[in-house]
């Protein structure tokens, strides 16, 4: 048997820190805390609506998109045509009087590339401002990729590691080196879905010589712009129409059915093979492709060919889904301008996020530290040997403190409650499937174990089922070792052999309660793990 090894219980320093900090944020001078912000693209027009909060948080209050393809025709005539024309002001009308429905103290509204290039963009411009009142700004394609550099930022842990940010739209393409959370180099190429696909793919079906010539111009673009880049990108960020239909796509391949695609991972090789699949089939067979909305199966194959090069070029094999992009950094820089954030505010990290979260549903912080402290010795004296991962701590770890937030609904079938949360949250720094498997660990804390019937559990691999299984296990033990909720257990021993785990319990009274209660709950423990339970006192 492995050595036996006291560890103290107590609450964590980034528990206490996250708690001092979460309320450090300036308030407003105003009481209207509602923005809205328009994305034009080439594509479409997104409109989101806002309400902020303080520490820099807001709320969605509401999302709109209209697909109009501003940037219809651009590549022939070089003018937004008269039908683009209409549905743009028609689209921007409407989404006018929603936000003017929800109050909005102020409006940012940018137009990229379709409004950028087009010779009458400025004239399109003035007639909306006269006709809607909405001021636009043209923006460059510098300021595009900092706009998507801002939502990356915080949306994503990227600290210590060397990205590449691109977000895709209907007429270019942002690229953005980094290097943690710093900017090393911004580019913008004329790689966007539309443009692209007037140029290079306007019959149907798409014929292999009109792909290989597409993806040549693509792999020469980029190789012209990026020539400097030394390689060592570690993973791919992509925001945009053509990224999160990627990830859509994807997800119905995979059989899996998560809320969001925010976050999601792609890999390479999936967009290769999907993307070999596309380029085969007629327009209206890739219109019936699951994941793919039938109004982008035309421009999708253009898209993914970005997509694929850009991959290629940068030796990455993961690609992670931003689906916020442009629009939610308009609404960062507008909190900012509107005094609202500050951009000193640090950056967020996944445990602070799932503390603010948890504290919102009030929940019970002592019994939620002392359970997820417990859950984690436990945790490492079984790592070694089951082959648990350090990202496995982070979602037990996660799971752990939001375990009992169902109680903010009702306390029966509160683990259940505690589920639907924590699926339907925004937490940042977790994947869909991460965010599902956190879910469904808390969901198993107490009452029936796993079953294969269970709806939760459709639709995850086998792998990620024994993942809650282990887990759950072993924060389902964890949670009986403080039966009494007051923290009564001050250290633990853990020992680990071919038969069972042992662990030795100590602190300033009598513990019999909480050695009943671990045994009543090793049930999911010892199946996940074929091991027996053995609970002593010091």
């Known amino acids: 048997m492995s050595a036996l090894r006291p560890i103290a219980i107590k609450k964590t320093k980034q528990a206490l820190q996250d708690g001092d900090a979460q309320d450090a944020a300036t308030a407003p001078q105003s009481e209207n805390r509602r923005l809205a912000a328009i994305d034009i693209g080439t594509n479409s027009i997104r409109s989101i609506v806002v309400e902020a909060r303080p520490g820099g948080e807001f709320q969605v209050l509401d999302d709109e998109k209209a697909t109009v393809r501003l940037g219809e025709g651009l590549t022939q005539s070089g003018e ?61 394609g510098e300021e595009e990729a900092e706009l998507a550099f801002l939502s990356a930022r915080s949306s994503f842990e990227m600290e210590n590691l060397r990205y590449a940010l691109v977000d895709i739209g209907g007429g270019s393409a942002e690229i953005v080196s980094t290097m943690g959370a710093h900017i090393e180099d911004i580019f913008s190429l004329e790689l966007g879905a539309v443009v692209l696909t007037e140029k290079f793919l306007p019959k149907d079906p798409i014929s292999p010589e009109q792909h290989k010539r597409l993806r040549k111009y693509i792999r020469a673009a980029l190789k012209k712009s990026l020539s400097d880049q030394d390689g060592g990108i570690q993973c791919l960020i992509g925001s945009g129409g053509a990224m999160t239909t990627i990830a859509a796509m994807v997800m119905a391949q995979r059989r899996e059915q998560f809320s969001s695609v925010q976050g999601y991972d792609v890999l390479r090789s999936e967009v290769v093979h999907l993307l070999a699949m596309l380029a085969r089939k007629p327009l209206s067979e890739r219109r019936a492709v699951p994941g793919l909305a039938p109004e982008r199966a035309d421009i999708i194959v253009a898209g993914m060919t970005v997509v694929d090069e850009i991959m290629r070029r940068f030796g990455t094999n993961i690609l992670k889904i931003n689906e916020r992009g442009i629009r939610h950094g308009l609404i960062l820089r507008s909190l900012e301008k509107h005094g609202l954030a500050s951009r000193e505010t640090p950056a967020a990290d996944w445990r602070s996020t799932v503390l603010k979260f ?35 701590r982070h979602l037990l770890e996660a799971a752990a403190l939001l375990h009992d937030i169902g109680y903010f609904i009702n306390y029966a079938r509160h683990h259940k409650h505690s589920y639907h949360l924590i699926r339907h949250a925004s937490l940042f720094g977790f ?60 250290s633990i021993e853990c020992g680990l052999d071919a038969r069972e785990l042992r662990i030795r319990l100590s602190g300033a009274e009598d513990l019999s309660v909480e050695v009943y209660g671990g045994e009543s709950k090793s049930d999911l423990f010892e199946a996940a793990f074929d091991r027996k339970l053995k609970i002593l006192i010091n």
């Open 80 to 140: 937004i045509s008269p039908a683009a024309w209409a549905r743009a002001c028609e689209a921007l009308a409407r989404m006018s009087k929603i936000q003017q429905g929800y109050g909005v103290a102020a409006v940012e509204a940018v137009a990229t590339s379709a409004v950028r290039q087009a010779h009458n963009g400025r004239a399109f411009v003035a007639a909306v401002k006269q006709d809607l009142g909405l001021d636009i700004e043209i923006i460059s």
């Open 358 to 392: 948890a504290r919102s549903c009030h929940f019970n912080e002592d019994h939620a530290d002392q359970v997820a402290q417990l859950a984690l010795n436990i945790f490492d004296a079984l790592a070694p040997d089951f082959h648990l991962l350090p990202r496995h």
């Open 431 to 490: 994947s869909p499937r991460e965010q599902e498997i956190i879910a469904n660990v808390a969901r198993y804390h107490r009452r029936a174990l796993p079953k294969k019937s269970h709806d939760n559990l459709q639709g995850l691999t086998a792998e990620d089922q024994r993942t809650i299984k282990r887990l759950g296990g072993i924060l389902r033990l964890a949670d009986g070792l403080d039966r009494r909720r007051n923290r009564m257990v001050k």
